[in-house]
């Protein structure tokens, strides 16, 4: 190592020295480009393959003469639409460069060195790395099958818990914790005798398609009773902005109050403020795309069946599944030199699975055609 690099390495927060990189999914330019493929499809960050709104649409490309401006730092217009639509005062409403950006948020405003912070055992990585990055103590939950244990999370808190991290539904399992579940957790770390309750972050970035079964919670009408919680979703996901990077929550006013003070000035941009505000007056967009990704993963889920393939049954709009008897990155490469981009779960701890995102009705018979090749049926 070169005596400069080192001197660098002296220099970084010992507790960052260990990181790797995010792992994110493969853009297709990336791979068409890599193996000289010309069909790509991705079906590897849960992405909503219908895209945005065309309401959306019109919104960027007048927004795109503007951007020599800088943006409404307060997202003004946005706040005031997401207050309408979800009947909350803009003071509970947190907004960030994506929901990623809301942990990282939160992480920094409230997370010192001594802090414990719960997670899952196979719960979305985000929340460790937010930890980690803190130098707090990343207490992680063993998994009741493929769902989180939320009995046992409860159990896990003492007085140096600051934050449990939930993801409802969970990314890379797609399962979720039902309102019974959650408001059973909620009481039992209320009452423990602590000084005082730690934060949960209900992360619901598949909020929309979870919301067809009867028993998923609805977090918003317990954010009174529940000052310490935090609710994060995102328009990444069913509102197809991922690119944009805008995602929102809801908490308590002195939460965002302090939020407020620290995230960066202008961290909701220009394009995505406006595109953002313009979604959430496309109720049919948000229709359609729940009732494909249903239909779809339905469909799915029958082939592999057919198959003999298993998998989690999912919430959400991806599907956790183990192709036996190949490793998940075997898979990955695989699938990968037949154009189709799906997600190796090493670094969730399922070395054994894939985790694919449902597409539209071509993408997935092209996943279900490339698979049957894998395995020769
Ligand atoms: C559970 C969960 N939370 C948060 C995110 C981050 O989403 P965003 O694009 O809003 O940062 C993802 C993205 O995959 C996710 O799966």
Redesign the pocket.
Known sequence: MSDKKKQIEQMIRPNCRGFEPYVAGKPVETIQRELGLKKVIKLA??ENPLGPSKKAVKAMKSAARKVFFYPDSNSWALKQKIAENFRVKPANILLGA????I?EIIAKLFFNQADEVVVSEHA?I?YKMAGELMNCKVVSVPMKGFKHDLDAMARAVNSRTKAVFI?NP??PTGTYNTKGELERFLSSVSVKSLSLPPLVVM?E??YEYALVNRDYPRTLGLLKKYPNLVI?R????IYGL?GL???YGFADETVVDYYERVRPPFNVNLMAQRAATASLNDKRQVKRSVSMAEAQKKWLCGELGKLDIEYVPSAANFILMEIRPFSGRYVFQKLLRLGVIVRAMDEYDYPGFVRVTVGLPSENRMFIGAVKKLIKK
């Open positions: 960050s849960n994506g929901s990623d950006e942990i979305f985000r993801a969970n990314n992360d970035a598949y994060l995102t328009f990444s996901k991922a990077r805008v995602g």
